[in-house]
């Protein structure tokens, strides 16, 4: 039985295919309960918290452990990680033949001709090949692979259940015909071959668009060879090239289109035919490389691509509304084959033949344990719980007073038995002793237990103060009776000490997972436990903002705004959360550009009054005309939806609640540079001091600096989902 499925990528993003596949490919190893990491050479804006440098592997257990390699293109580390112990299997994605690129890229031949190369050399070493269609995996065969499979490409469905952009739509809700093409603007895509078909159907059909969606930064001289083609066949007016696209704009050209064109001379295997099946586009292709089998019956298929073939090609297809049905509807039974369900039995299955079995998906009565109160770590726990539900666990929340050890021990004796109990920690909400207690009374009833330490250092514990305090202790007499006094505080050290290491054992033994959510409880894991095979760092998830739905709009938005009495016009930040020193409230209040607005939206603190204070005289002083100050803990949430961008220029932190609860608005961010923010630096600015400060807070007012941000937040929204994240609570359980 596998406990261990790592992957590794040279390049890992999110959106192509490849990424796409690895990130489904490791939540559905978290869903068997399998560990399973991604390991890569380079990882793009938006994933670098989930990816660990590819060296990192060379520390991995080999027992029960499997290493899946995708493979698409050479590079330097495959060489080296094809010579680690681990067992291992190839996912091929194929490598796109290196004559493609004569005269576009040097680089991307040599690492073409390297590719196959190591292909080869990867046969020797790998028990398996799966090839993502029988196109690949028939090349696996020819290069030496003993044992291959097909394992189509494994997609999130729910990637595409985004509100698609209302201008892409408004844009194409005419009558003309929108022939779309998705992919990048290479050679082997044959878009030149498009170029020649698109004017020769625009003979008859004069008001036709062509939009090529795709990105083209690899291009080269091809793009410009591309442009002189648009130039020279006349079709300046009508042709759009949009490069790169955020997902909802992707989705509207997909509703929205008439046709899905794909002329590529090589595919492996053609995620753009599956995406324009799930919605309803249909599709003329031809017939190279393993567009076949993945298109199946599902589109018109082109043995040749003569411009007049084609053309006709497309004109049956915008203009048969009968042979329009059918496709769709032939597109739509198709996307059975590349259904999460079935994947996994096919990956089952290729597994088999090497003797690599799946554990079942186990179906758990979970309670989540945390404050009852409302908070961040509340919230916190509720986002935990849905993310459980989602993938189909039983989930029971249950809320504790705080500091209250008989109410934690009345309703965790209400736990049923066999239930596995995750616990969100925080000191102010446990009592050390009475926690210890806790546990015990939960191993001795058999109950697995995850813990989830939100700040761990020692001074979180009651007992190491006490320690401490001891240990410092003043001189209060003479120094013969400070003499006789000493064994006496000895005594109390001691004792201090022993409760201390004890509940610490007591925490660290009992659970058998502990999860941590930042580098600096990381680093202090090592006070409960020395075995780092239970641990894991695992970022806050996404976190609903309470009871409020984010403004779909910019209409929406505005009226939001009229509804609260904010200003329409202008840029609003907002720095929410009570109001403590280290957030650093008046500097960014003088960082603030006149004309924009800031929301300081908080609560006095009772534990630590003078910061509140300190900012309250501050505004009465200076009387600073576009600062709003909110004190009512219930706006705070319609607020932030209500504002642009959130401004977090903190001095330290563990990690960040409001962080969470931005990336699930689709809010962008400007943090301070410190460990604490690091996993967000895609989802916003990253200023070190007050001048960068001031600086972001003019910059992101640009209208391509938001756009790009609120794309990056998109990511960080889907890679931090709790019904992803949630999973890794139960991994090895």
């Known amino acids: 039985m596998l406990r261990r499925a790592h992957q590794f990528t040279a390049s890992v993003a999110y959106g192509d295919a490849i990424g796409n596949d690895t990130f489904e490919l490791q939540r559905l190893f978290w869903q068997r309960g399998i560990a399973s990491d991604v390991f890569a050479q380079e990882s793009k804006p938006g994933v670098e918290p989930f990816i660990r440098p590819w060296h990192q592997l060379r520390d991995e257990p080999v027992a029960d452990s499997a290493l899946l390699i995708h493979h698409s293109m050479g590079n330097e580390a495959i060489s080296e990680v094809a010579r680690l112990p681990h067992r291992k299997a190839v996912v091929y994605h194929n490598i796109t ?80 015909t929108s022939v779309l093409v998705v992919g990048q603007i290479l050679p082997q895509k044959a878009v030149h071959d498009v170029l020649d078909a698109f004017a020769r159907y625009r003979e008859t059909d004069r008001s036709a668009r062509l939009y090529l969606v795709g990105p083209y930064g690899m291009s080269g001289p091809y793009l410009d060879r591309v442009r002189e083609r648009i130039e020279r066949l006349g079709l300046g007016d009508s042709v759009r090239l949009t490069g790169s696209v955020p997902v909802e704009q992707l989705v509207a050209y997909y509703r929205a289109a008439t046709v899905l064109l794909h002329l590529s001379d090589h595919e492996g295997f053609n995620v753009p035919v599956v995406e324009a099946m799930r919605s309803g586009l249909p599709i003329v292709a031809h017939a190279a490389g393993a567009t076949p089998e993945t298109l199946g019956d599902a589109g018109l298929l082109l043995e040749r691509k003569s411009p007049d073939e084609v053309a006709a090609a497309l004109e049956r297809v915008v203009r048969d509304a009968g042979l329009r049905r059918s496709l769709i509807e032939r597109g739509r039974a198709r996307l059975a084959e590349f259904a999460p369900e079935r994947v996994t039995e096919r990956l089952e299955r290729a597994f088999g033949l090497v003797g690599w079995e799946l554990p079942p998906v186990r179906k758990r009565r979970i309670a989540v344990v945390s404050s009852d109160e409302r908070c961040g770590i509340h919230s916190y726990a509720l986002a935990v719980c849905g993310g459980l539900r989602a993938t189909g666990h039983d989930v029971t929340f249950i809320g504790v007073k705080h500091l209250d050890g008989a109410d934690l021990h009345r309703k965790l004796s209400h736990v049923a038995a066999g239930d596995t109990v995750v616990i969100e920690h925080e000191a102010g909400i446990f009592r050390d002793v009475p926690f210890a207690r806790a546990l015990l009374s939960l191993w001795r009833r058999r109950h697995e237990v995850v813990l989830s330490m939100h700040e761990l250092e020692p001074e979180k514990f009651h007992h190491y103060r006490v320690l401490s305090g001891s240990i410092h202790y003043r001189m209060r007499y003479r120094m013969p009776l400070e003499l006789v006094r000493i064994p006496w505080v000895a005594l109390r050290i001691a004792w201090a000490f022993l409760r201390y290491r004890a509940i610490l054992t007591v925490m660290g033994s009992i659970p058998k997972r502990l999860v941590v959510h930042s580098a600096r409880s990381a680093q202090w894991i090592g006070l409960l436990t020395g075995d780092m095979a239970k641990v894991d760092v695992l970022p806050l998830a996404t976190m609903p903002v309470d009871e409020v739905t984010p403004p779909a709009t910019e209409d929406e938005k505005r009226a939001l705004r009229e509804r609260l009495g904010l200003p329409l016009d202008r840029f ?35 534990w630590d009054t003078r910061y509140y204070d300190e900012v309250t005289a501050w505004l009465e002083r200076e009387k600073p005309a576009n600062v709003i ?18 401004v977090l220029y903190y001095r330290d ?73 949630a999973l890794r609570y139960l991994v090895g359980l």
């Not at 650093?584 to 603190?605: C, M, N």
């Not at 990690?655 to 400007?670: D, L, N, T």
């Not at 990056?712 to 994240?725: D, G, H, K, T």
């Open 572 to 606: 609003l930040f907002i720095s929410p959360g009570f109001f403590f020193a280290r957030k650093r409230l008046i500097e960014v209040i003088k960082a603030l550009p006149p004309d924009a607005s800031l929301i300081l939206s908080g609560t006095r603190p009772a």
């Open 629 to 646: 100050l909110n004190t009512d803990y219930d706006r705070t949430p319609e607020l932030m939806l209500a504002s642009d961008a959130v």
């Open 653 to 725: 932190i563990f990690q960040s609640a409001v962080a969470a609860e931005a990336m699930w608005a689709g809010i962008p961010c400007i943090f301070s540079d410190i460990e604490g923010f690091k996993i967000y630096r895609g989802a916003g600015l990253v200023v070190a001091d007050d001048a960068e400060l001031a600086r972001a807070m003019r910059d992101i007012q640009r209208p391509e600096t938001l756009a790009g941000l609120r794309r990056q937040v998109q990511v960080a929204r889907r890679m931090f989902a709790p019904e992803r994240l």
């Open 97 to 176: 033949p290196a004559h493609f690129f004569e005269g576009i890229s040097d680089q991307l031949v040599r690492h073409s001709e390297l590719g196959r190369e190591q292909l080869r050399m990867l046969a020797t070493v790998a028990e398996l090949g799966i090839g993502d269609s029988e196109f690949n995996r028939m090349e696996l065969e020819e290069v030496g692979f003993a044992r291959t499979a097909v394992v189509p490409i494994l997609t999130d469905p729910a990637q595409f259940d985004v509100a698609p952009d209302a201008g892409v739509m408004r844009e194409l809700a005419d009558e003309r």
